[in-house]
Structures are given as structure tokens and as C-alpha cells.
T-cell receptor
Framework: EPEVTQTPSHQVTQMGQEVILRCVPI?????FYWYRQILGQKVEFLVS????????KSEIFDDQFSVERPDGSNFTLKIRSTKLEDSAMYFC????????????FGDGTRLSIL | GESVGLHLPTLSVQEGDNSIINCAYS??????FIWYKQESGKGPQFIID?????DKRQGQRVTVLLNKTVKHLSLQIAATQPGDSAVYFC????????????FGKGTMLLVSP
């Protein structure tokens, strides 16, 4: 069964450094998402992306965050200058279309900011 | 009951029991709901979904019930197995024209052999 894959599984970064989290969505999917989950808390929406542009974003997704689909397979989340509170699990998800379609998630990248 | 911070509601059952996990969703205008299972170190895994024009949907060993009057969703797992042990989240979509998922707080299901 096709899967969303994310790399790396764990990223440790110094505060203030830039970090890029990578995702390969399911190949025939067109809608892509990033979510985050702070330890012990619920999953929170960050951003959705379709047709090479952001469709929606949450208050969390400020100008320190950006997303990109640099080629036909990868979908990346960049945090320009990381803060301690950015430490979380970051999940990528994708689906074929909006509407009554479940999103399929990767296993996440654990981001630890020191 | 409700949980705050690191404390998840926990349901402990014996293998073979039926489990019922409940969720209170937030927005009466939500029109699509999904149950996800999250095992330790993994991402949310789709289990079953339901549209707001339905009140019940069945899958393999799982049933979702929707009560729009009280904004309540439940997931029933029949003949629970140790492999069902995980955190279960309900998620809602406000407007099916978009796809922003709003997740609930989660319930930990512990299944003893």
C-alpha cells in the first residue's frame, strides 16, 4: 500500500538555525499538508498546499515557516530560525482531493531544538 | 473525562472485549469526521470516516456513531486485540471544500491479553 514517507525521522538543531523537513506524499495525491504534535498534545494543523500554492494556513504558520514542492515528488517544510517551542513531531499528510477524503499521514519527523 | 496537557483519558480492556471510545467535537457545522489510530512513534493511521448526513458507519470490526444533536462521535471496536492498543483521535473537517483537520485530544486504549 502506498505510503507517505518523511525524512529524517529525528532532527536535532540548535536554536536559531534553519531546518528543512522532507516529505514524499503518495504519488497520485494532489493535496499536501503539514501538522505538528507537541509531546502529549493533540495534532495541530499548520498548512495545506495545492497546485503549488498554500491553500490554508493556521496561526502557528507564521513567516518563519515556509513550504515548497521543489520537484514532482518532494514536499518540504522549512523553519527559518528555530525556537525552543518548535520542538515537536511534524507530520506530513496527503490526499487525492478535498471533500470527503481522509488524509494519509507519514510517521513524522521528531524535531528537537536545543 | 477531559484531559489537560500530558494526561490522556485511558480505556483499559481485556482482549476480546468490545471497546467504545468517545469524542466530543467542537463545531456543529463540521460535515466530515475521521477516526485515526496512533501507535507509539508512528503517524496517525486512518481507521474509518463518516459524513454528517449519516449517523452510523461500519467497517471491519469498527463502527462509528455520530450524534449531531450533542456533537458526539464514538468508535466501537469489536473483539479488541492487543494490537489495537494505541491512542485514538477523532478529527473533524468544518467544510468539505477545504480539508483542514481539527483533531480531538485523544484517548489511549490499553488492551491486556
Amino acid at each position: 500500500e502506498p505510503e507517505v514517507t518523511q525524512t529524517p525521522s529525528h532532527q536535532v538543531t540548535q536554536m536559531g538555525q534553519e531546518v528543512i523537513l522532507r516529505c514524499v506524499p503518495i504519488s497520485n495525491h494532489l493535496y499536501f499538508y503539514w501538522y505538528r504534535q507537541i509531546l502529549g498534545q493533540k495534532v495541530e494543523f499548520l498548512v495545506s498546499f495545492y497546485n503549488n500554492e498554500i491553500s490554508e494556513k493556521s496561526e502557528i504558520f507564521d513567516d518563519q515557516f515556509s513550504v515548497e514542492r521543489p520537484d514532482g515528488s518532494n514536499f518540504t517544510l522549512k523553519i527559518r530560525s528555530t525556537k525552543l517551542e518548535d520542538s515537536a513531531m511534524y507530520f506530513c499528510a496527503s490526499n487525492k482531493r478535498t471533500g470527503f477524503q481522509p488524509q494519509h499521514f507519514g510517521d513524522g519527523t521528531r524535531l528537537s531544538i536545543l | 473525562g477531559e484531559s489537560v496537557g500530558l494526561h490522556l483519558p485511558t480505556l483499559s480492556v481485556q482482549e476480546g472485549d468490545n471497546s467504545i471510545i468517545n469524542c466530543a467535537y467542537s463545531n456543529s457545522a463540521s460535515d466530515y469526521f475521521i477516526w485515526y489510530k496512533q501507535e507509539s512513534g508512528k503517524g496517525p493511521q486512518f481507521i474509518i470516516d463518516i459524513r454528517s448526513n449519516m449517523d452510523k458507519r461500519q467497517g471491519q470490526r469498527v463502527t462509528v456513531l455520530l450524534n449531531k444533536t450533542v456533537k458526539h462521535l464514538s468508535l466501537q471496536i469489536a473483539a479488541t486485540q492487543p494490537g489495537d492498543s494505541a491512542v485514538y483521535f477523532c478529527a473533524e473537517i468544518l467544510n468539505s471544500g477545504y480539508s483542514t483537520l481539527t483533531f480531538g485530544k485523544g484517548t489511549m486504549l490499553l488492551v491486556s491479553p
